[in-house]
T-cell receptor, first 111, second 116 residues
Framework: QKEVEQNSGPLSVPEGAIASLNCTYSDRGSQSFFWYRQYSGKSPELIMFIYSNGDKEDGRFTAQLNKASQYVSLLIRDSQPSDSATYLCAVIKAAGNKLTFGGGTRVLVKP | DTEVTQTPKHLVMGMTNKKSLKCEQH?????MYWYKQKAKKPPELMFV???????INESVPSRFSPECPNSSLLNLHLHALQPEDSALYLC???????????????FGSGTQLSVL
């Protein structure tokens, strides 16, 4: 089992719809969770982070964390073509461990 | 200044060449990282420097040699690389120490390396 798993996609979403991305992790002691966005040919950019169970909203993005079920999700509301990118989930296990990336989910928003 | 600057942006080298990748940040971050990323794969951690000391080496072959001259600069020296080393090499920095709960990475734009 991979430490951090994501569906590779592509996740095809009509413009204006909600894109829902999921990420599961294997270490129950994981404590910090991040979403990075990476456009084709560019470097990753941090867009969301969450530490506590529940939802965290920032603009059109919502991160949801459920530690009991060991998953973290990212919702993109009112999806735009400019949201087309690969979204990388990253997790820090117990303190002192390095950041571990999932394989990424490619999102395509179609006009 | 909220940027991590990497040079060069592109590099083509032969298997007998010696070259260096450079990374610079002026955000006062104390941790600096080298990642390697192949197409359609996530970034793979290579090295981490924390307070200018090497804190993580992910069993990277010795043909890759990192150097941290000061808190703002990070180099990656390359020697006798193989074609399979062709990839995007990303530098990143973080205000927090590696593994801290709020470790947020700021990435540079990367160096696209081709080894012939």
């Amino acid at each position: 089992q991979k430490e951090v798993e994501q569906n590779s996609g592509p996740l095809s979403v009509p413009e204006g719809a909600i894109a829902s991305l999921n990420c599961t992790y294997s270490d129950r002691g994981s404590q910090s969770f991040f979403w990075y966005r990476q456009y084709s040919g560019k470097s990753p950019e941090l867009i969301m982070f969450i530490y506590s169970n529940g939802d965290k909203e920032d603009g059109r993005f919502t991160a949801q964390l459920n530690k009991a079920s060991q998953y973290v999700s990212l919702l993109i509301r009112d999806s735009q073509p400019s949201d087309s990118a690969t979204y990388l989930c990253a997790v820090i296990k117990a303190a002192g461990n390095k950041l571990t990336f999932g394989g990424g989910t490619r999102v395509l928003v179609k006009p | 200044d909220t940027e991590v600057t990497q040079t060069p942006k592109h590099l083509v080298m032969g298997m007998t060449n010696k070259k260096s990748l450079k990374c610079e940040q002026h955000m006062g971050h104390r941790a600096m990282y080298w990642y390697k990323q192949k197409a359609k794969k996530p970034p793979e951690l290579m090295f981490v420097y924390s307070y200018e000391k090497l804190s993580i080496n992910e069993s990277v072959p010795s043909r890759f040699s990192p150097e941290c001259p000061n808190s703002s600069l990070l180099n990656l020296h390359l020697h006798a690389l193989q074609p399979e080393d062709s990839a995007l090499y990303l530098c990143a920095s973080s205000r927090e120490v590696p593994g801290a709960p709020n470790e947020k990475l700021f990435f540079g734009s990367g160096t696209q390396l081709s080894v012939l």
